[in-house]
């Protein structure tokens, strides 16, 4: 990964941890030393954060987004949910469906803005 690019998910990640921490209340930060495997930002109990930041994004992106986000999320026993940005365009969420239906297949997601994912998630982790 190219400078400008990993310059880039820094300044996702800080912008998403900083509206997560509005919107929500808990101190959502961003993992300094993210290893492989980890997920993006820490502070919010329950989740597992995966963030994205791209020119351009399309559906082909979003599923291997989601892919990610759920082998981190099951390797430390949390919900996943991925946020994502294309340049000049808003944060979106993507979350499991199970939280909503029951069961604990995370395949199945909506997509919604995050104060809307909130909305519905706040209290279900």
Known sequence: MGGMSRNKGKCGER???RLLS????YPVARR???LAGEDDLQGLPGWSIECKRYAAITPALIAGWWAQAQR???TIGQMPVLF???DRG???AVWPVCLHIGGTDT???????PSTWWAMTGDAV
């Open 15 to 17: 912008e998403l941890a």
């Open 32 to 34: 300094v030393r993210n």
């Open 22 to 25: 509005d919107l929500t209340g």
């Open 107 to 113: 395949t199945d997601h909506l997509t919604a803005t």
């Open 84 to 86: 994502y940005r294309a």
């Open 72 to 74: 981190q999320a099951q």
């Open 90 to 92: 808003d944060w979106m």
